[in-house]
């Protein structure tokens, strides 16, 4: 292998695209993993649409309900937003078995740390527990995450993104992730305003998916939200 052809290999998984940096190597026989071609072109991709935003009384956040694998449509049902506890919740995107063990995860992580403080953890810790796992695990866990929440202690609604190798980020204003994300945030950038009651950050939610559902081929079906603020999670899709 020339070492242009290396750094181009290494380069890829630096972009976070695992799945295609797997498929270059199987075709170029580089296939060091001994991994089943087959497995790597039909694993769920990242190929969705999540969104959060920031509104006057917490957050509300949502995603679509398609997934794929390849060209397929694996499901019209995937469930995509979680409930962590009662004031954070988390959406997923990426290979489904890894995002679903992580939020396995960070769930049974939450209810440890309510039962030892005798308190709901905030979203800031459930993001930090998060960005851990996927850090212990880089490069083997596929997943993409928007955590959001109520904070008790800061009265204010919190919204985080992290990536697969752990980086994680606060958002003040709104966050999309996925393949459909370069259409929702179109809509996110011209529509979102600060202070948005939850009604009207419901109707912009919805909006920014739905835009993405009729240009991404990859997003679609059902729209799933949830709202949280200090009276906790309340599912409305």
Do not use: H
Request: neutral net charge; contains cysteine; proline residues 2%.
């Amino acid at each position: 292998m020339k070492q242009k052809d290396k750094f181009y290999y290494f380069t890829i998984l630096l972009l976070n695209n695992k799945l295609e940096y797997l498929r270059i190597m199987i075709e170029n026989n580089q296939n060091m993993y001994n991994i089943d071609k087959n497995l790597v072109k039909n694993i769920i991709k990242s190929a969705t649409t999540t969104v959060g935003i920031i509104v006057k009384d917490g957050v509300v956040i949502g995603t679509e309900s398609q997934a794929t694998a390849g060209y397929t449509v694996a499901t019209k049902q995937a469930q995509k937003l979680f409930k962590i506890n009662d004031f954070t919740a988390a959406t997923i995107s990426g290979g489904v078995a890894d995002c679903q063990y992580i939020v396995n995860q960070i769930q049974a992580l939450s209810r440890l740390k309510q039962v030892e403080e005798e308190e709901v953890p905030g979203p800031k810790y459930i993001a930090n527990v998060t960005r851990n796992i996927l850090f212990s695990g880089r490069s083997y866990y596929l997943s993409m995450m928007i955590i959001g929440g109520y904070s008790q202690k800061e009265k204010l609604g919190k919204l985080y993104g992290i990536d697969l190798l752990g980086t994680m980020y606060e958002e003040d204003e709104y966050i999309s992730f996925g393949s459909g994300s370069p259409f929702s945030l179109g809509v996110l950038e011209s529509d979102w305003k600060p202070d948005m009651t939850k009604e009207d950050g419901l109707k912009l939610v919805e909006t920014a998916i739905t835009s993405s559902r009729e240009r991404d081929a990859a997003s679609g079906f059902k729209i799933q939200l949830c709202t949280i603020n200090k009276d906790g999670y309340k599912q409305v899709k």
